[in-house]
């Protein structure tokens, strides 16, 4: 399996930015896909996954109702969405993924993703 992240780049807070990833080699119809992130200096955290196999979408509060992660199935891709960006969202972002059904308690920790991405910079300046 080979994730491939796009879309960064450096831009002024309140902007919006959108990131892609482009999954190769993920067969499985229950697996989940995401977004982790690290913050310069601070340790990788957890932004958004989706069920590959519905719509079920889980967000981190830091998050929720600013960024929005959807999945294609045709292109097996995931994306994400982030508006009204703040420089508390700069970070590299990395695409995450598994072919399995990870439980709901165990979504935020990124040691149940098999597979990531190279990770992709976003800048976001005051």
């Known amino acids: 399996v080979q994730l491939v992240e796009s879309g960064g780049g450096v831009v002024q807070a309140g902007d919006s930015l959108r990131l892609s990833c482009a999954a190769s080699?993920?067969?499985?119809?229950?697996?989940?896909m995401g977004w982790f992130r690290q913050p310069p200096g601070k340790d990788r955290e957890f932004v958004a996954v989706?069920?590959?196999?519905?719509?079920?979408?889980h967000y981190a509060d830091a998050v929720k109702g600013r960024f929005t992660i959807s999945r294609d199935r045709a292109k097996n891709s995931v994306d994400l969405q982030m508006n009204s960006l703040t420089p508390e969202d700069t970070a590299v972002y990395y695409c995450?993924?598994?072919?399995?059904?990870?439980?709901?308690?165990?979504?935020?920790?990124?040691?149940?993703?098999?597979?990531w991405g190279q990770g992709t910079q976003v800048t976001v300046s005051s």
């Open positions: 995450v993924a598994d072919s399995s059904r990870i439980i709901l308690s165990a979504l935020r920790d990124g040691k149940m993703y098999d597979y």
């Open positions: 080699g993920l067969t499985s119809s229950s697996g989940t």
């Open positions: 989706i069920r590959w196999s519905g719509t079920s979408t």
